[in-house]
Structure formats: structure tokens, C-alpha cells
């Protein structure tokens, strides 16, 4: 195998260079399902990397995996890697494994308790549920149906043109399945850490294609740069966890504006 089985490991430093000409060059749905893909695909590799080396790094140490057809002398020693590799790589699969449950989790519980969250607040129902909470905030929730949760405070912060802005934009992440891609690239950066700059992409992107969804669902392209500009301006930081719209709160994730708003008057 040689030197070739660690390459998988290293070629995620490529991770920002190919996230920067994404978001640069290509449109954001484009961008969103072509970073997922090598993010997917370059995390799997790092985990056939490690598996290989775990298999092959230990040969030489006692109980191994191995076949018994390895068990001769020669071959064993005909493996190129050290011990210590192998060891490494045992750790570095255990952590890999545990992060991502965590993180599998993490997602079902904060799921979970948003579900719950709006039962106790009476909604049931419509595809948007509004909130009673002045407390301005909006976001997408998945599940089967998705919901679009809304509170009273951002509402009344956005005039009616944007807040069909807003409900546009929340109905394209439930259209689109956006929190597929963001939990997809959020394992591959569990595999690899390199791989984070295309999470944040692949985080940036779905809010563009939203913003690009509702422009075109609205057909005015500085209704929607405004209104993303306003309901950003006027949101609030995310509850204490616990809270009834904290757990909803977790899934409001609104990007960096600044850059939206100009990709929208350009």
C-alpha cells in the first residue's frame, strides 16, 4: 500500500480552497449538494484510511484481526507500518465513532424536544406554527411533516411583504431537505476535522438557496435582500437551552448576512 493509504487522511487540507471557489463560482444549490458529496466522499475515504491502517498497522501485535493465512512470519513482516500506526489508528476510529453518535444525538434529541416544544405551546396543525413569544425568531423545523416556526415578536417586526419573504425562505429548507446536507457535512467533520470548512460552506450555501428560492417565489430580489437584512437585525440570540423555544431555537441558524444581502443586490 505504501504511502498511498495516508493520502485520504491529508486530502481534506483541500477542504477551504474547494469551499472558497464554491461559494464563489457556483450557484448555491449547486455549491450545497456538490460540497456535501465530497465532503461524503472524502470522509469515507479517511475512514477506509483508517480501517486499513488499523487492520494492516497490527499485524504484528497479538490477537489481531488478521486472517490466518497472515499469521507467517514473512508476511507479517513484509507489512510496512509500525506497530504504533495501527494502535493510532484504533483511537483515532473510536473517537470518529463516538463523535458522530454524539452528534447523531444530539440531532434526534434537540428534534425531539422542538417537537415537543410546540405541543406545549398548543400549535398543531398548519404547516406554520406561530409562536406567542416576543421574543423575534423564525426557522425551519424537519420531520415528516415539516413545520415552519415563527414567533409573534418577529412578525410584528416585518411588514406582510416580508413576511411572505420569510415564510419562503423557511419553506424552501423544508422543500429542499437543507438539514440533510448540514447533518451529512457535520459527520464528515466528525471523521476529519479538515473537512469543517465545507460544513460552513455547505451552511452558507443553503441559506443563499433559500434566499434564492424566496426571490424567485416573491419575483423581487430587494423585497427578499431586504427582508433578510430586517428579520437578521431584529432576531434574537437563541434562548437558555431548556426553554420551550430554545430547543425550537437550536435549528435558526441565519448565516452571514452581510454576504447574503449582497449576493442578492448583485
Known amino acids: 500500500m505504501g504511502v498511498f493509504v495516508f493520502l485520504p487522511l491529508v486530502l481534506p487540507l483541500t477542504a477551504l480552497p474547494i469551499a472558497r471557489l464554491a461559494e464563489q463560482h457556483l450557484h448555491p444549490r449547486t455549491a450545497a449538494r456538490l460540497l456535501t458529496v465530497i465532503a461524503v466522499v472524502m470522509a469515507a475515504s479517511c475512514a477506509i484510511s483508517l480501517c486499513l491502517l488499523f487492520v494492516v498497522g497490527t499485524a504484528h501485535l497479538t490477537g489481531n484481526p488478521l486472517p490466518d493465512s497472515w499469521s507467517d512470519p514473512e508476511v507479517r513482516n ?152 430586517r428579520a437578521a437585525l431584529i432576531s434574537v440570540p437563541p434562548p437558555v437551552p431548556g426553554a420551550v423555544a430554545g430547543a425550537l431555537a437550536a435549528f435558526a441558524a441565519p448565516g452571514p448576512v452581510p454576504r447574503r444581502v449582497a449576493a442578492l443586490l448583485a
Open 78 to 229: 513484509a507489512v510496512p507500518f509500525h506497530r504504533t500506526i495501527g494502535s493510532s489508528a484504533i483511537v483515532a476510529l473510536l473517537v470518529v465513532l463516538a463523535a458522530c453518535a454524539r452528534t447523531l444525538r444530539r440531532h434526534r434529541r434537540v428534534r425531539a424536544r422542538s417537537r415537543q416544544a410546540l405541543g406545549v405551546a398548543g400549535v398543531s396543525g398548519p404547516e406554520v406554527a406561530v409562536l406567542p413569544d416576543e421574543r423575534p425568531y423564525a426557522y425551519a423545523l424537519p420531520g415528516a411533516p415539516g413545520r415552519i416556526a415563527v414567533s409573534t415578536g418577529m412578525l410584528a417586526g416585518l411588514a406582510p411583504d416580508e413576511q411572505t419573504v420569510l415564510l419562503a425562505h423557511e419553506r424552501a429548507h423544508l422543500t429542499h431537505h437543507h438539514h440533510r446536507y448540514l447533518l451529512a457535512t457535520q459527520l464528515a467533520a466528525c471523521v476529519n476535522p479538515c473537512l469543517r470548512p465545507l460544513r460552513q460552506a455547505v451552511a452558507y450555501s443553503t441559506e443563499r438557496w433559500a434566499d434564492e428560492e424566496a426571490a424567485h417565489s416573491v419575483g423581487d430580489r430587494r423585497l427578499t435582500a431586504r427582508a433578510v437584512a
